[in-house]
Each structure stands twice: as structure tokens, then as C-alpha cells.
């Protein structure tokens, strides 16, 4: 797949998931959750969606998320959706724990 029609699928993808997960969704858990970032696959079948959170939730309604963003996303054949908590987050808090600790001089 060309790169310029994969970025565009990949920004498609992007708004409509994001657009489902504001509109669609009710449950609880998710409402707190955040769509990061997605990443479709060379050849076009799979596509990760990095999530912060509830990654057992989104994992559950994987099938109304693909049903949802095929209404949205003009596609011969929608990727298989595969939900994945990014940890970037995470990682950039505790590296600044960490740094913070150091300027303080606490030995931990």
C-alpha cells in the first residue's frame, strides 16, 4: 500500500474511532479512556489503536468499534482492529519521578 493512502486511511481511522468512542459509547470506563493514536498495517488488514487505559473494555467491544467505524470509513475491507495500551505516559511520569528525585538528592 502507498504510503500517501495508507496515512490517509490511518487518519481516517483515527477520526472515526475517536468520533465512535465521543458519540457512541456508553459505558463508563471507556468515557475516561482516550484513542491515542492508530497504526495501520503495510498491507492494510490490521490496525493497532493505541489506547491510555481499559484496555480489557475496549478488547470486549472490539466488534462494535470495527462495525461503527466501517458506517464511518469509506473501505473495500475494514482492518482488524487490535487495541493496545500505550505506556508512554506512564513511562514520561516515572522518568520524571525519577529526575525529580535526583534534584531533590533522595536516595530511593
Known amino acids: 500500500m502507498k504510503s500517501i493512502a495508507k ?9 472515526a474511532l475517536s ?3 465521543m458519540t457512541k459509547v456508553n ?3 471507556l468515557r475516561e479512556a482516550t484513542i491515542l493514536r492508530t497504526e495501520l498495517s503495510a ?9 491510555t487505559d481499559h ?7 472490539t466488534g462494535f ?12 475491507r475494514m482492518p482488524r482492529l ?7 505516559q506512564e513511562n514520561a511520569d516515572r522518568v520524571n519521578e525519577l529526575l525529580a528525585q535526583i534534584a ?3 536516595k530511593k
Open 19 to 21: 468520533s465512535i468512542l
Open 82 to 88: 487490535v487495541f493496545i495500551q500505550d505506556k508512554g
Open 55 to 61: 484496555l480489557t473494555e475496549f478488547r470486549q467491544a
Open 65 to 76: 468499534f470495527r462495525t461503527e467505524a466501517a458506517k464511518l470509513v469509506n473501505l473495500r
Open 7 to 15: 496515512e490517509r486511511i490511518n487518519a481516517d481511522l483515527y477520526r
Open 104 to 106: 531533590r538528592g533522595d
Open 27 to 29: 459505558h463508563p470506563a
Open 43 to 51: 498491507d492494510g488488514s490490521v490496525c493497532d489503536v493505541f489506547v
